[in-house]
């Protein structure tokens, strides 16, 4: 019996996110070494599976260059133990994330991690234990500030596209589902004749939609910006409308795409449209490349997405 590989056939605009590919690739990886050690894989298979990890974890501090090294100095040793048992051992550590507060982990060498000693407690202190680990650092403007800038648009959107709705009262949710419940009933309390509530915060949809249903007004509207699996309950029995959120996987496929034409030296700046593959020409402002307008899920599609 010989090992089937499958990396080949897998591309990362088929995921809904990078760690979603990240993970599936180092399965791969593990079961093809793990076949490669057992003769029932060539080293052909196992240096494919191992390319197609080489553009992602570039993205990550972890396994890093010297694990990496590591496993190409056993691959290319033709060491199909040492290899597969440092697949399993890395991948390990990316599930349980034991990188993040064990730092043997980021060492080659076997015994490491396995020796009593690194069995006590990494507060104790424990040679690099200290190294500092920084996974996403985002620099971005606060929710509140996010918030006052989309309530500035609607207040300037209404008087002319929608000049006959009018904004009530605006409440906090404060990312917290049960706060937009609750403010959600207060709402419907205080202002009887209200026609529409829209939750900007993808936590806030669902819980002001449950608010609506449990009303039973079936003259209110629900919309906002929502997650489609929050979200799909609702708007498959009517309480929720629609709801407004990127499409990670067209996001996914154009970060690929631009990476990829950076990797090649393309410059991708200033106000030339930029060639984005299956999504077409992407608008390009400075340095900052347009993906267009968000993505509404509704009753018809939310059924197509898992997130």
Known sequence: MTYSKTTSE????????????????????????????????DRNAVEAALAELGPIEDFHAFPGA???????????????????????RVSAAIVTRDFKHDAAEWETIEQVADSSADSQPSALGRGEAKRPYFEMLVVAPGAKTHAARR???MRKLLPTKYPNLTIVDIRPSDDDRRKAFDETQTLLRVHPKVKVVMAIASPAVPGAAEAVKQSGRKDVGVTGLGLPNASKPYLLDGV????????TKDLGYLTV?????????????????????????????GDNVILGTPFTFTKANVGGFDF
């Open 240 to 247: 929720l409308d629609s709801a407004v959120l990127w499409n």
């Open 10 to 41: 897998q591309r990362i605009d088929h995921f809904f996110s990078m760690p979603s590919a990240r993970a599936d690739r180092w399965r791969d990886l593990v079961g093809v070494a793990r076949a490669w050690s057992g003769g029932r894989a």
């Open 66 to 88: 010297r694990l990496m090294a590591g496993l190409r100095e056993r691959l290319q040793g033709g060491d199909a133990k040492g290899f597969a048992a440092l697949v399993r």
């Open 257 to 285: 795409h631009v990476a990829t034409a950076l990797a090649k030296g393309t410059p991708v700046v200033g106000t030339t449209p930029f060639s984005g593959g299956r999504l077409g020409q992407i608008e390009v402002r």
């Open 151 to 153: 309530i500035a648009e």
